[in-house]
């Protein structure tokens, strides 16, 4: 997260009903974000007040008692009075849809009734912060990936593993075949809509052979699908991605690939693969 | 007592009983014929007498009266209050012509914190989840024309109970009405407020003066008023399960016991008086067991712990309402079939009393037409099911006998560390109910954020572009009509009989008299809620949370 959250949750009114308040407390702070908690009973010059004094990027307001359309409002005078104007105010309780247009033309961003995720709750208040404080490039404006292409799993040697996919788990071969770009031999398995990819090295300068020798056999990488590869790989580049492959490369079963670098995906290594439509599916 | 002696002597006790009190039918048969019974299970030469007992009898695992339902359905009776007292007056003679049997109001937080309707605090919640009422005036309002000597009466009120009690009983006297024809009951809970709840005034020390004062009171001059319902309800809202819902309802219920000891009452003075209120959730057969373990544990406590002889003491009576917290603002037609499952539990539980809420509950205040399915449920189940005509149906099956014996065993090691902590009010003092209540809240939470539970029409089953329902508005004028009405009152009321009253209320608050007549001669004078709580926050000082 680029910098922490704070936020106020607060009852405004006399309401008692808290688990809701209480709930959307712990939510926001295990998604990372540092949350006070004002108690029952708070006025609207208390919660201005400790919203001001506190220095929280956002409010949560609470209510289940029918208060809101008076309190909520009032909360929001007050801020713009401390000149408090930025601080992001959401609000949520049992709330009749029919008043939610009313408060939001008195500023309150959002309102949250029940049944709402809290992570949905929490990403709101991170992308309305986000936004205000002019941090955009979390941003997501690229084409995500379509599916889980294959999943690649190195091992010492195709002969001893298959007969386990094959006789064990009962799945299909569905190919064998060298790729002289990585140095490797690969079997395909169908799974469901997927593919597990088994790698044996060719020679010892292979990049699984390394794998192998560093970690031992085990997954391997994550295929993703994706279209107009090039263009995903200048997407990547552009959002700091530091790729191991900076132009596509030819992979298995025709299809173009391109590694993305571990270091920049958080250990994971990810493939970029594109496939050609095959002529069923060119139909 | 030899097995056959004791099954015989309780049917010739119940052939007495129902001679003063006879069953619904003479016979009672299924759509084939099949005769139904009053009881199963006896016949049976291994039927468990110590754990079970007989139906209103010690330990009452069974039900607290012999027949049950035979005789007479659960009271239905569903909470209601909003705006004004004369606009809630109207909705009640709604539901009693509807046949409810038994009134329940609801008032709004000003009232149920003890602030007038024109206090800064009270700001946009006057006449908002209940009745407001400031003064006699508007009691009288709420009560025009309902004949308090044949309703019974419930009233949500927990720290200022005494004064809206003071309010009833002076209203009654005003209908000719005298205070031992009174029957109903105040909540007068405060434990849970400050666990779960939230509408407390007074620290716990002085709160716990307050109830025992009460109890004393009634003792001699409101016999057959139940002087508090000792609430599961709330818990259970605020996220508890159903183990620490019964386990956290009957610790605070012994603390009350401990306080009217300690008080100088009798125990049994006073608890045949003591009335319990539990909610009714979504897993159906726990609930049942719950209804049943807590007959049991209380009556094991009563006898065996504080020595009760009479047999009223040991008894547990309890009122029922469904979850609210279980009920979805998505397809709110849904909440109907939820609302029903809960209150067969309730019923097949041995309820004395029963609240179905509106399907619309979770989105505003529920309409009238929502308010009259909520009774419907009832009837149906009532008048259609046949649930009511056996008394304990599901006694005998061994999974509801497993899960009462261990819901009692896990609320039996809650109550144990409690009175390890010094019983409930110093566990109340050190947060202890609130953590375990919100650690089980947060992991429900986290299980249908996931998916693990499934809420039907909310993380599963859910459907785009709902219609929005018709919803219930209050007055928002109301706020400022109910100030003028208070304003008008202070107006034309004898000022100096005020200030006297409101003094030796003051006296007797720095004394340990009992402080009930003092606040029926207030409220008499036309003293407001918030005046008279005003003298005891002077006096006792304001909780403020752990």
Sequence with gaps: MKKTIRVLIAKPGLDGHDRGALVVSQALRDYGMEVIYTGLRQTPEQIAAAAVQEDVDAIGLSCLSGAHNELFPEVMRLLHEKGADDIIVVGGGVIPWEDIPFLESKGIQKVFTPGTPTIETAKFIEQAVYKRDGITEEVFSGVAPERIDHIGIAVKSLDEALPFYVNVLGLTLEAIEEVPSQKVKVAFIKIGETRLELLEALTAESPVAQFIEKRGQGVHHVALGVTNIQDRIDEMKANGIKMIHDAAVPGAGGASVAFMHPSSTHKVLFELCEKTKSKEEAK | ?546
């Design chain 2, 1 to 546: 007592m030899d097995k056959q002696q004791r099954i015989k002597e309780w049917q010739e006790k119940t052939a007495q009983s129902m001679n003063r009190f006879p069953e619904r039918k003479e016979r009672f048969h299924t759509s084939s014929d099949i005769e139904v019974e009053r009881l199963y299970g006896t016949e049976d030469e291994h039927y468990p007498m110590e754990s079970l007992g007989l139906p209103g009898e010690y330990p009452y695992t069974r039900g607290s009266q012999s027949t049950m339902y035979r005789a007479r359905f659960w009271t239905m009776r569903q909470y209601a209050g909003f705006g004004s007292a004369e606009e809630t007056n109207k909705r009640f003679r709604y539901l009693l012509d509807q046949g409810q049997t038994g009134l329940s109001v609801a008032f709004d937080l000003p009232t149920q914190i003890g602030y007038d309707s024109d206090h800064s605090m009270s700001r946009g919640e006057v006449g908002k989840v209940g009745v407001a009422i400031d003064s006699i005036e508007d009691m009288e309002a709420l009560l025009k024309d309902i004949p308090l000597d044949k309703v019974s009466t419930s009233m949500t009120i927990n720290a200022p109970a005494s004064v809206l009690l003071a309010m009833y009983i002076a209203v009654a006297e005003k209908q000719g009405v005298a205070p031992e024809k009174l029957s109903g009951t105040i909540q007068n809970d405060i434990l849970k407020e400050y666990i779960a709840r939230g509408t407390y005034i007074f620290p716990p020390k002085p709160s716990m003066r307050l109830i025992t004062d009460i109890f004393g009171y009634c003792q001699e001059f409101v016999p057959k008023w139940n002087t508090i319902s000792i609430s599961g309800y709330h818990i259970r809202e605020a996220g508890a399960n159903a183990a620490q819902e019964l386990a956290f309802t009957i610790a605070n219920g012994l603390a009350y016991v401990d306080a009217a000891i300690e008080a100088g009452l009798h125990i049994d003075d006073f608890a045949p008086r003591l009335a319990f209120f539990f909610n009714a959730h979504n897993q159906f057969f726990e609930e049942v067991a719950k209804f049943r373990a807590a007959r049991r544990m209380w009556a094991k406590l009563m006898k065996e712990h504080y020595g009760a002889k009479n047999p009223k003491s040991w008894q547990l009576r309890f009122h029922t309402q469904t979850g609210g917290s279980t009920l979805t603002a998505q397809q709110p037609d849904n909440n109907i079939v939820r609302v029903t499952t809960q209150a067969l539990s309730a019923v097949l539980g041995g309820t004395q009393s029963l609240h179905t809420n509106s399907r619309d509950e979770a989105l505003a205040l529920p309409t009238e037409d929502s308010a009259r399915i909520a009774l419907r449920t009832q009837q149906i189940l009532a008048h259609e099911t046949g649930v009511a005509d056996t008394v304990d149906p599901l006694a005998g099956s061994y999974y509801v006998e497993h899960l009462t014996d261990e819901l009692e065993r896990k609320a039996n090691e809650y109550i144990e560390k409690i009175n390890q902590m010094g019983g409930a009010v110093a566990a109340v003092e050190q947060g202890y109910m609130q953590r375990e209540i919100h650690h089980t809240s947060y992991e429900t939470q986290k299980k249908i954020e996931s998916g693990q539970e499934i809420i039907v029409g909310m993380n599963k089953f859910s459907i785009e572009n709902e219609p929005q329902p018709e919803l219930l508005r209050v007055d928002p004028t109301l706020g400022e009509k109910q100030k003028e009405k208070l304003q008008a009152l202070k107006a034309k009321r004898d000022q100096n009989r005020v200030s006297a009253q409101l003094e030796s209320l003051r006296a007797a608050a720095k004394g340990d008299d009992n402080l009930m007549p003092i606040i029926v001669e207030c409220v008499k004078s036309y003293c407001t809620i918030g005046e008279i709580c005003g003298v005891l926050r002077e006096e006792f000082g304001e909780y403020t949370g752990v």
